[in-house]
């Protein structure tokens, strides 16, 4: 689930924003925030079926060990944006990396009394949801910070592209999960080695997020009629420009809104969001559902059941191999074929179905990867679409509101969708791919015929 930067170890291309746009210094920083929280979930996904086989489980309770965090998840995402609203960007960031970072060090020492013997399996698995929980509760209001801070300062045309941008942290994190959990599995810590390295590594970014990013606490920047500022006309603005810093001026945006200028309440039910509400928990089911099943499926299709510590290598390749098509999809594609919304989502869930129909039949790792990573090309292309095309949907105002109803639907989709996937893939192979494959389907139909066009998303107006 549902996510700070030394800046030369990240190809990060430029923002394409007109106008005022975000320092590169500041969207390292957000790119940061996002990246480490995807590692670090996605370091815990390759080494939990090898936890889990070492301590003897069935794999649909590693699955539903997650429920209650994604339940959280889903109620508190929209309450902390709505707060970000009031409180601020940086500060709802700060949380949602305190809740990181306790959740991934306790979860640690939770698995870690397990495997050593200390707590049975039944226990373990009650500790390691109870702490995996504050993920859910409190990492929970990070990316609908991030995404309201990113959509607030850039312009319609080009939000598709900011918003593809910052969700690729989320790919390079899946790069490097993977890939640095079994150099993580150090003498002492064994298969928890990842939990307290990245744990590690997100205080330095929470340091960093503290001292580097302006506040943008709306007491402190409340100058004129909010939500225009830096794209707008600029009328209504009661502070000269020869009177600003040059922070005042890149966050002039939304966070200047006057106490008498909140949005109206956005509905789930608003028939400008709905449409993309409907496809974002579809196409996040199949997301969660194959993301669930492919541990599983490599400890079994490569015989690794009686040797779990071994299985960790094979499962990151996979997910790695899955996280550079992602990378693919956002820094690649979506800015070269400048696909907006609606086009992105289509073509995502093509690309999908074909990745999942090559996983239903590989029997050996090269294939596996390779439909791995068709599938996760295509789930690149759709979920920046979703995103931008539900920030697109709205007006700039009401930005917080819906980055936490996109938060909310993104965690709803891991309320028991990997467990499902789990139980039907030991159930039946083809059963658990065919589901997969008909959510890809509904949301291919749904948005050929509802979501709005990119010509009109797109489009900059007032």
Same mark, same amino acid.
């Given at each position: 689930?549902?996510?700070?930067?030394?800046?030369?170890?990240?190809?990060?291309?430029?923002?394409?924003?007109?106008?005022?746009?975000?320092? *590169?210094?500041?969207?390292?920083?957000?790119?940061?925030?996002?990246?480490?929280?995807?590692?670090?979930? =996605?370091?815990?996904?390759?080494?939990?079926?090898?936890?889990? =086989?070492?301590?003897?489980?069935?794999?649909?309770?590693?699955?539903?060990?997650?429920?209650?965090?994604?339940?959280?998840?889903?109620? !508190?995402?929209?309450? +902390?944006?709505?707060?970000?609203?009031?409180?601020?960007?940086?500060?709802?960031?700060?949380?949602?990396?305190?809740?990181?970072?306790?959740?991934?060090?306790? !979860?640690?020492?939770? $698995?870690?009394?397990?495997?050593?013997?200390?707590?049975?399996?039944?226990?373990?698995?009650?500790?390691?949801?109870? !702490?995996?929980?504050?993920?859910?509760?409190?990492?929970?209001?990070?990316?609908?910070?991030?995404?309201?801070?990113?959509?607030? *300062?850039?312009?319609?045309?080009? *939000?598709?592209?900011?918003?593809?941008?910052?969700?690729?942290?989320?790919?390079?994190?899946?790069?490097?999960?993977?890939?640095?959990?079994?150099?993580?599995?150090?003498?002492?810590?064994?298969?928890?080695?990842?939990?307290?390295?990245?744990?590690? @590594?997100?205080?330095?970014?929470?340091?960093?997020?503290?001292?580097?990013?302006?506040?943008?606490?709306? /007491?402190?920047?409340?100058?004129?009629?909010?939500?225009?500022?830096?794209?707008?006309?600029?009328?209504?603005?009661?502070?000269?420009?020869?009177?600003?810093?040059?922070?005042?001026?890149?966050?002039?945006?939304?966070? /200047?809104?006057?106490?008498?200028?909140?949005?109206?309440?956005?509905?789930?039910?608003?028939?400008?969001?709905?449409?993309?509400?409907?496809?974002?928990?579809?196409?996040?089911?199949?997301?969660?559902?194959?993301?669930?099943?492919?541990?599983?499926?490599?400890?079994?299709?490569?015989?690794?059941?009686?040797?779990?510590?071994?299985?960790?290598?094979?499962?990151?390749?996979?997910?790695?191999?899955?996280?550079?098509? =992602?990378? $693919?999809? /956002? +820094?690649?594609?979506?800015?070269?074929?400048?696909?907006?919304?609606?086009?992105?989502?289509? +073509?995502?869930?093509?690309?999908?179905?074909?990745?999942?129909?090559?996983?239903? @039949?590989?029997?050996?790792?090269?294939?596996?990867?390779?439909?791995?990573?068709?599938?996760?090309?295509?789930?690149?292309?759709?979920?920046?679409?979703?995103?931008?095309?539900?920030?697109?949907?709205?007006?700039?105002?009401?930005?917080? /509101?819906?980055?936490?109803?996109?938060?909310?639907?993104?965690?709803?989709?891991?309320?028991?969708?990997?467990?499902?996937?789990?139980?039907?893939?030991?159930?039946?192979?083809?059963?658990?791919?065919?589901?997969?494959?008909?959510? !890809?389907?509904?949301?291919?139909?749904?948005?050929?015929?509802?979501?709005?066009?990119?010509?009109?998303?797109?489009?900059? *107006?007032?």
């Amino acid at each position: 689930m549902a996510d700070a930067d030394p800046t030369e170890a990240i190809p990060l291309a430029p923002l394409p924003v007109a106008g005022q746009a975000i320092s *590169r210094g500041r969207l390292v920083l957000l790119f940061m925030v996002m990246l480490v929280t995807a590692a670090g979930n =996605t370091a815990m996904q390759s080494v939990m079926p090898s936890i889990g =086989t070492a301590l003897q489980v069935d794999d649909v309770w590693i699955s539903l060990a997650y429920t209650w965090s994604a339940l959280l998840w889903v109620t !508190c995402a929209p309450m +902390w944006a709505k707060r970000s609203d009031k409180r601020g960007r940086k500060a709802m960031m700060a949380l949602g990396m305190v809740g990181f970072i306790s959740s991934m060090t306790l !979860c640690g020492i939770a $698995l870690q009394l397990g495997l050593a013997g200390v707590l049975t399996a039944f226990w373990t698995l009650v500790l390691f949801a109870l !702490c995996r929980s504050l993920y859910g509760l409190l990492g929970s209001a990070a990316p609908p910070a991030v995404q309201a801070y990113v959509a607030s *300062r850039t312009p319609r045309s080009e *939000r598709t592209q900011a918003l593809a941008l910052v969700a690729s942290s989320f790919g390079l994190g899946t790069v490097l999960g993977p890939a640095l959990a079994p150099l993580l599995l150090f003498p002492g810590t064994g298969l928890t080695g990842p939990f307290y390295a990245f744990a590690a @590594v997100a205080v330095v970014v929470l340091i960093a997020l503290r001292l580097r990013l302006p506040n943008d606490e709306p /007491q402190f920047a409340a100058r004129g009629r909010a939500f225009d500022a830096p794209y707008g006309s600029g009328a209504g603005r009661h502070v000269r420009d020869s009177d600003r810093s040059e922070d005042d001026e890149e966050d002039s945006g939304e966070m /200047q809104a006057a106490s008498d200028s909140e949005p109206p309440e956005l509905k789930w039910t608003d028939k400008r969001l709905l449409p993309w509400m409907v496809a974002g928990l579809l196409g996040g089911h199949a997301q969660a559902m194959i993301l669930g099943i492919s541990g599983f499926l490599v400890l079994d299709r490569l015989h690794l059941r009686d040797t779990p510590e071994a299985g960790a290598g094979p499962v990151g390749i996979v997910l790695m191999v899955g996280a550079v098509a =992602t990378l $693919l999809a /956002q +820094w690649g594609l979506i800015p070269t074929l400048r696909l907006g919304p609606k086009a992105s989502t289509l +073509w995502g869930m093509l690309l999908a179905i074909v990745g999942v129909a090559i996983i239903a @039949v590989a029997q050996d790792l090269h294939a596996i990867a390779l439909g791995f990573a068709v599938a996760s090309l295509g789930f690149g292309l759709y979920r920046p679409g979703f995103t931008a095309g539900s920030s697109l949907a709205v007006t700039r105002p009401e930005q917080g /509101q819906v980055s936490g109803k996109v938060a909310s639907i993104n965690g709803a989709s891991y309320i028991y969708a990997p467990a499902l996937g789990v139980w039907l893939y030991g159930h039946s192979d083809w059963l658990g791919f065919a589901v997969i494959i008909g959510f !890809c389907l509904a949301v291919f139909a749904l948005g050929h015929r509802s979501l709005q066009s990119d010509e009109y998303l797109t489009r900059d *107006r007032g």
